[in-house]
């Protein structure tokens, strides 16, 4: 008894022969549970598969997530995918990453981002859609803010929007209302449409002089005309119609029939150019300003640049 007495003091340092209290900070306690990295999440179901970053409790059964969730899953056979921050209250949905929704109907397909409460059955969105659906038939994407008043609307990712109109489609980031029907937006447009005669600073926070409108970037703007055409990414200001620009496009567009590739950071003063993706240019045709990010000068027009190009012409 002397020997084990030693042995158990010496495996516990200053433990006495009642080391009861000793042995409780080694207990384990085992979880049937399959748990990967990073996740901190209560699975009470069965049957599921998670991905690292879940701060959930998963409610139902067979579901399929994806990391970064945050969510609280109520109903069955839905499928989330990471970043997801939201309650789902209806069966049948297909969700993106970074939702934050409530999803009180049917049938609803979600992408990531999602920050809406879904009143209405049978509606698309995608993900970031921070938006209140009051009407039905709508198709929405990620990173909506916004109220749709009106229905047979097509929305893409990042909007943060009224659409007070009908037959609008909108890309992601922005942060507009439009007054008018029949426009085309591309999504993380950062843009005012007005007319001409318009200053812009740097990621487009700017007012615009034509038909009295302040605009703030992220698209938080009243657009007036229609039968604009505008891709995702744009920061840009678009001046005349019949434009088409591609996302990333920090510029303003003075002229008409201009045709801009993604990740053009560049200001377009003559017509008729073609840029691709990755430009950082400034364009000296005639008696403008232009945002951050160009880091070239263009003097001439009718030019054909590259994607990646911090060049001057």
Do not use: Q
């Not at 009470?44 to 690292?52: D, G, I, M, N």
């Not at 992408?111 to 049978?122: A, D, I, Q, V």
């Not at 009407?135 to 990712?157: E, Q």
């Not at 039968?227 to 001046?239: A, M």
């Amino acid at each position: 008894m002397k020997k084990k007495i030693i042995l158990l003091s010496g495996c516990f340092p200053g433990s006495s022969i009642d080391f009861k209290e000793d042995v409780e900070m080694f207990k384990l306690v085992h979880v049937t549970s399959t748990e990967h990295s990073g996740l901190r999440t209560k699975h009470l179901a069965s049957k599921h598969k998670y991905s690292r970053g879940l701060r959930t409790k998963l409610l139902a059964f067979k579901h399929k997530y994806s990391r970064g969730l945050r969510t609280k899953l109520l109903a069955s056979k839905h499928k989330y995918s990471r970043g997801l921050r939201t309650k789902l209250l209806a069966s049948k949905h297909k969700y993106n990453r970074g939702l934050r929704t409530k999803l009180l109907a049917s049938k609803h397909k979600y992408s990531r981002g999602l920050r809406t409460k879904l009143l209405e059955s049978k509606h698309k969105y995608s993900r970031g859609l921070r938006t209140k659906l009051l009407a039905s038939k709508h198709k929405y994407s990620r990173g909506l803010k916004t109220k749709s008043l009106a229905f047979k609307h097509k929305y893409s990712r990042g909007l943060r929007t009224k659409l007070l109109a009908s037959k609008h489609k909108y890309s992601r980031g922005l942060r507009t209302k439009l007054l008018a029907s029949k426009h085309k937006y591309s999504r993380g447009l950062r843009t005012k449409l007005l007319a001409s005669k318009d200053k812009y600073s740097r990621g487009l926070r700017t007012k615009h002089i034509a038909l009295k409108h302040k605009y703030s970037r992220g698209l938080r703007t009243k657009h007036l005309a229609l039968k604009h055409k505008y891709s995702r990414g744009l920061r840009t200001k678009l001046l005349a119609s019949k434009h088409k620009y591609s996302r990333g496009l920090t510029t303003k567009l003075l002229a008409s029939k201009h045709k801009y590739s993604r990740g053009l950071k560049t200001k377009s003063l003559a017509f008729k150019h073609k840029y691709s993706r990755g430009l950082r240019t400034k364009l000296l045709a005639s008696k403008h300003k232009y945002s951050r990010g160009l880091k070239t000068k263009s003097l001439a027009f009718k030019h054909k640049y590259s994607r990646g190009l911090r060049t001057k012409l």
